[in-house]
């Protein structure tokens, strides 16, 4: 089973292992919205569990999903 979490070079690892690329998304935005409210920014981003990078298809999932979820 794949697994994501979200990570950047300055913010560091969420440390979960979501089982959806939504909810990695949702994380990586919670984590936007937090930094946005103390005047800074997220560098977070999803990725892969096991290290592999994120196919084509998980990106434009991933594209679909964020647009999705910030019109909602």
Same mark, same amino acid.
């Given at each position: 089973?794949?697994?994501?979490?979200?990570?950047?070079?300055?913010?560091?690892?969420?440390?979960?292992?979501?089982?959806?690329?939504?909810?990695?998304?949702?994380?990586?935005?919670?984590?936007?919205?937090?930094? !946005?409210?103390? !005047?800074?920014?997220?560098?977070?981003?999803?990725?892969?569990?096991?290290?592999?990078?994120? /196919?084509?298809?998980? +990106?434009?999932?991933?594209?679909?999903?964020?647009?999705?979820?910030? +019109? /909602?």
């Amino acid at each position: 089973m794949k697994t994501y979490t979200t990570d950047g070079p300055v913010r560091g690892c969420c440390n979960h292992a979501h089982r959806s690329l939504e909810t990695a998304q949702r994380c990586a935005d919670q984590d936007a919205k937090d930094c !946005g409210r103390h !005047g800074g920014y997220s560098d977070r981003s999803v990725t892969r569990t096991d290290g592999d990078p994120i /196919s084509e298809g998980e +990106y434009y999932a991933l594209e679909d999903i964020a647009r999705r979820l910030r +019109y /909602s």
